[in-house]
T-cell receptor
Framework: EAAVTQSPRNKVTVTGGNVTLSCRQT?????MYWYRQDTGHGLRLIHY???????QIGDVPDGYKATRTTQEDFFLLLELASPSQTSLYFC????????????FGPGTRLLVL | AQKVTQTQTSISVMEKTTVTMDCVYE???????LFWYKQTASGEIVFLIR??????ENATVGHYSLNFQKPKSSIGLIITATQIEDSAVYFC?????????????FGAGTQLIVIP
């Protein structure tokens, strides 16, 4: 089973602050995803990638940037955090994208004051 | 457009009984994949079971099974002999085949409460 880790697990910042959420997977998966989870919405896709240097826009990308530096590492950047970005963020990975199951990290809880 | 709908917000059942959670989806693709995930109280999201659209036989894994009704665009999750530890939030998700790069569309989730 895929091992997906996220850091930090909890983060508090102020409006306008700069935040970087990190995700690492150690099973050589090609595809990685960032989701946010909010009550009543389930999980919504922010950005995703199918390899180092590749980025794709998801369904709720506004206010977020992402960077895939290696096959293992995928980062989500909030350069001017806003209270509306207070949420639970999950990273996931899968091997062949459309064919394979996604495996999720433990989540990062972000509070923007 | 793709859409996944779970209309049941919360379900309570007695331990050791069977429960069905509903999910309907919308897609224009002829090939797609359907998944159920479980989110525990700790927040962990765990993959449970999947159904590929081209397969007629309903998937089964342990005490989880699916009721796939393609003409109705419906994929229900059935849990038999429920246990206390089945209490969680269950998400239905859909992925298009082909060049969709594996992006999942999730329903809003159904909270299951198993009563001892």
């Amino acid at each position: 089973e895929a091992a997906v880790t996220q850091s930090p697990r909890n983060k508090v910042t102020v409006t306008g602050g700069n935040v970087t959420l990190s995700c690492r997977q150690t099973n050589s998966h090609n595809y990685m995803y960032w989701y946010r989870q909010d009550t009543g919405h389930g999980l919504r896709l922010i950005h995703y990638s199918y390899g180092a240097g590749n980025l794709q826009i998801g369904d709720v990308p506004d206010g977020y940037k992402a960077t895939r530096t290696t096959q293992e590492d995928f980062f989500l950047l909030l350069e001017l955090a806003s209270p509306s970005q207070t949420s639970l963020y999950f990273c996931a990975s899968s091997d062949r994208g459309g064919q394979d199951t996604q495996y999720f990290g433990p989540g990062t809880r972000l509070l923007v004051l | 457009a793709q859409k996944v709908t779970q209309t049941q917000t919360s379900i309570s059942v007695m331990e050791k009984t069977t429960v069905t959670m509903d999910c309907v989806y919308e897609t224009q693709d002829s090939s797609y994949f359907l998944f159920w995930y479980k989110q525990t109280a700790s927040g962990e999201i765990v993959f449970l079971i999947r159904q590929d659209s081209y397969k007629k036989e309903n998937a089964t894994v342990g005490h989880y099974s699916l009721n796939f009704q393609k003409p109705k665009s419906s994929i229900g999750l059935i849990i038999t002999a429920t246990q206390i530890e089945d209490s969680a939030v269950y998400f239905c998700a859909m992925r298009e085949g082909g060049s969709a790069l594996g992006r999942l569309h999730f329903g809003a989730g159904t909270q299951l409460i198993v009563i001892p």
